[in-house]
C-alpha cells in the first residue's frame, strides 16, 4: 500500500484565495484541465476560490511506478475467483490526499466536486472528513453499488482495453480515444471532435501514464461498494447525472441522491458520460446556486 506521505498534489487556481474554496477532481485518468479554464473562472467569478487538482498518478501529480505493472485482465479473474492480489492504493486514500492538499494550503474547509471518479472520492471526503467538507457535487458519478445496471459492455471493454501507445503512433491513440468520448458523448448537443482533441494533445504534453490509469482502475475496483459510507453524509449534496450516460447509467446517480440524507438530484436530458463544453455554462450555474446555498 502506497501511503500519503508521498502524493502531493498538483493543482492550479482560479480566483481569490480569500474565498470559499473549491476543490474540483477529475475522473479516471483524467488531467485537472478536464474541468475547462471557462468553467473555472465561471465558478470563480461567482465568489469562490477554485482549486483544480491532478489525482495521484494522473497529470502533473506523484505517479506511482514502484508499484508492479498491473495485468487487468488477470486481476479480474482474480476478483471474480476471490483470490488475494496485491493493492496499490484505494479510494480511501485517494480521498485522503485532498484532504492533506488542504492541510497544506491552510484550508480549513472546502466545497469538495467531483466527476465520476472523482465523484467516489468526492464522497469519500465528504463521509470520511465531514469536518473539513462545506458541500458535496458529484457529477456522473455512482455508489459502486453492485446491485446497479452495468456499463454497456462495449463502453466497459474500450475503457479497459490498451490503447495504441501515443509515442509510437498518435494518430491511432487519437482516433482510439475519440472514439471512446463519442461513444459516450451527449445527444443534448453535437460532438465536439475539435474539443476532445485539443484536450487530449495538451493532457500528453502533460504526461502519459497508462499504468497510472490502471491502479486507479484498481482503486475503484477494491473500494467496492460506497453506501456504507455516504448513508452518514449529511453536508449539503447536489447530484448531477445524464439520463443517457452508458458508462454509469442513470440509477447510478439516483442510488447516490437516494443514500444521502436531502441531496438534491438533477438530471440533465440528453447528457451522456461527459460535460461537452456547450453543457458546461448550465452546469456551472448548478454548481454556483448549490455553492451559495450551501455557504449561507
Not at 471532435?193 to 493532457?203: I, K, S, T
Not at 443517457?244 to 447528457?271: S, Y
Request: glycine share 6%; net charge negative.
Amino acid at each position: 500500500m502506497i501511503t500519503n506521505a508521498e502524493t502531493v498534489l498538483f493543482y492550479d487556481s482560479f480566483g481569490i484565495p480569500k474565498n470559499p474554496a473549491v476543490v474540483l477532481i477529475p475522473g479516471l485518468g483524467g488531467h485537472n484541465i478536464s474541468w475547462t479554464d471557462d468553467f473555472c473562472q465561471q465558478v470563480a467569478d461567482a465568489g469562490f476560490y477554485i482549486l483544480r487538482i491532478d489525482n495521484r498518478d494522473a497529470g502533473l501529480s506523484p505517479h506511482l511506478d514502484n508499484f508492479p505493472s498491473i495485468n487487468l485482465g488477470a486481476l479480474i479473474e482474480k476478483m471474480q475467483n476471490k483470490e488475494q492480489f496485491a493493492i496499490p492504493y484505494t479510494l480511501l486514500d485517494m480521498a485522503e490526499d485532498i484532504v492533506q492538499l488542504l492541510n497544506k494550503l491552510s484550508i480549513n474547509k472546502a466545497h469538495i466536486i467531483g466527476r465520476s471518479m472523482g465523484g467516489m472520492i468526492a464522497q469519500l471526503v465528504a463521509a470520511k472528513y465531514p469536518e473539513r467538507t462545506l458541500s458535496l457535487c458529484a457529477i456522473m458519478s455512482s455508489t459502486g453499488n453492485p446491485e446497479l445496471p452495468q456499463s454497456e459492455p462495449d463502453v466497459m471493454q474500450m475503457l479497459i482495453s490498451p490503447s495504441a501507445n501515443p509515442q509510437e503512433n498518435l494518430d491511432a491513440y487519437l482516433s482510439g480515444q475519440l472514439a471512446f468520448f463519442q461513444r459516450v458523448s451527449s445527444s443534448i448537443c453535437p460532438f465536439d471532435e475539435n474539443y476532445y482533441r485539443d484536450y487530449l494533445l495538451q493532457a500528453l504534453k502533460r504526461n502519459y501514464s497508462p499504468e497510472g490509469t490502471k491502479r486507479q482502475i484498481v482503486a475503484v475496483a477494491v473500494t467496492g461498494d460506497l453506501r456504507p459510507y455516504i448513508q452518514h453524509i449529511d453536508t449539503p449534496t447536489l447530484v448531477i447525472h445524464g439520463s443517457i450516460d452508458p458508462l454509469f447509467p442513470l440509477a447510478a446517480g439516483q442510488d447516490i441522491a437516494n443514500n444521502i440524507a436531502n441531496a438534491k438530484l438533477v438530471i440533465i436530458e440528453g447528457m451522456g458520460h461527459e460535460t461537452p463544453p456547450l453543457l458546461n455554462p448550465k452546469i456551472a450555474d448548478l454548481i454556483i446556486a448549490h455553492l451559495h446555498e450551501a455557504t449561507n
